[in-house]
């Protein structure tokens, strides 16, 4: 029985991210398909969210990871994409969420 009490916090305690954390907005949909995919989205958007929150615990938060990583830049070339070097805080949240980032890609 304690099982499903804390199953159901759990939930409820995700539910409040996807309100709060991530701005779940008021749904205005015509077919229950749009409703599907939003709701899917969401669902995708939340773990993410969990899975950023929960390996980086305390040295950041999620929103100041998305900031300091949105400046990483790449150059695309007809044959390759050339990624600008890291800053030192993006190189130290690669690292926590052991991401590989590659010095160059082949297209």
Do not use: W
Not at 38 to 62: H, N, S, W
Not at 80 to 106: C, F
Request: hydrophobic share 40%; aromatic share 10%.
């Amino acid at each position: 029985m304690n099982y499903y009490y804390y199953l159901r916090q759990r939930v409820e305690y995700l539910f409040r991210i996807i309100k709060d954390d991530l701005k779940l907005i008021p749904l205005r949909v015509h077919k229950e398909d749009g409703l599907r995919g939003y709701l899917l989205l969401m669902f995708i958007t939340l773990v993410v969210y969990a899975l950023v929150k929960e390996r980086i615990a305390g040295k950041y938060t999620v929103e100041e990871v998305l900031l300091k990583m949105r400046n990483l830049k790449c150059k695309i070339y007809e044959d390759e994409i050339i990624i600008s070097e890291q800053t030192k805080q993006q190189k130290e949240i690669t690292e926590t969420l052991n991401i590989i980032m590659p010095k160059n890609m082949g297209i």
